[in-house]
């Protein structure tokens, strides 16, 4: 009987131990899946620099995420984020779906950038659904469902707070002005519950999609272009050729972020 406490003591030390290396190992996973499979989905630079993990909070740390534009686009960057944390079930990361508690993206600084009749987040939307649709018909075929499909993931609360809008606009001058506004909060409940999880690509075009229809909200875009109409009315009337630029710039991007 002692030899059977013995060996049963044994197998849950051994467990515990297979389970602590592999949550200490979350950091380094976490940032080597966002780094090697994020610019796949976007198709631009994404990155993060650093990842903590707390083993008894279950809670990880994402420093300095960045979010490149697309090619075709004058600014370097969509998004850039100081930190993002994410508090995980720790009893279900060996399972599947992974049970994420909480995600928060604080202070997001979004720069807004309009070429002709789409706009960077519009084509990073686009990126990551024909991503994110491959990966659901993929795993749906006969040859994906003979292999093991990657895991799956469950979000219960995924918020970003106090992002700030930026879109800064040239002239044929060659100087620019800049507006910016606040972006609403933007809150998510049980992302793939509803399918028993969902794949990386598609949690994230769920998050980006929402994030999207936050950025072109009449919230944002009514603030920044009552900032653009008045940064052009304070351009000196002795410039005539800048002013004139700037109102024509600002009359083009209004008519863009409403959509005539």
Do not use: C, W
């Amino acid at each position: 009987m002692k030899k059977l406490i013995y060996v049963g003591i044994a197998l849950v030390v051994v467990v515990a131990a297979v389970l602590i290396i592999g949550i200490s190992n979350l950091g380094p996973i976490i940032k080597t899946a966002v780094n090697k499979y994020g610019p796949a989905m976007t198709k631009t630079d994404l990155r993060i620099n650093e990842v903590s993990f707390s083993l008894f909070s279950g809670e990880a740390k994402l420093k300095d995420f960045y979010l490149g534009n697309p090619k075709g686009f004058k600014s370097p960057e969509a998004m850039r984020v100081k930190a993002i944390y994410v508090n995980v079930d720790e009893k279900s990361i060996t399972r599947d779906p992974i049970i994420i508690d909480r995600i928060e993206v604080v202070g997001p600084s979004i720069t807004y950038e309009k070429v002709l009749r789409t706009d960077n987040f519009q084509t990073i939307l686009s990126n990551v659904k024909k991503s994110a649709d491959s990966s659901k018909s993929s795993s749906s075929s006969k040859k994906a469902s003979e292999k093991t499909t990657g895991k799956k993931f469950v979000i219960r609360d995924f918020v970003i707070t106090d992002g700030k809008v930026k879109m800064d606009l040239d002239m044929k001058t060659g100087s620019s002005i800049r507006a910016s506004a606040s972006l609403p909060e933007v809150h998510l409940k049980n992302v793939g519950e509803k399918s028993g999880g969902a794949t990386a690509e598609e949690v994230f075009y769920i998050v980006f999609a929402e994030l999207y229809d936050k950025l072109v909200s009449p919230a944002v875009t009514a603030t920044l272009n009552k900032e653009l109409k008045g940064l052009t009315s304070q351009i000196p009337i002795e410039n005539e050729e800048t002013k004139k630029s700037a109102e024509i710039a600002v009359s083009e991007t209004v008519k863009g972020l409403l959509g005539k």
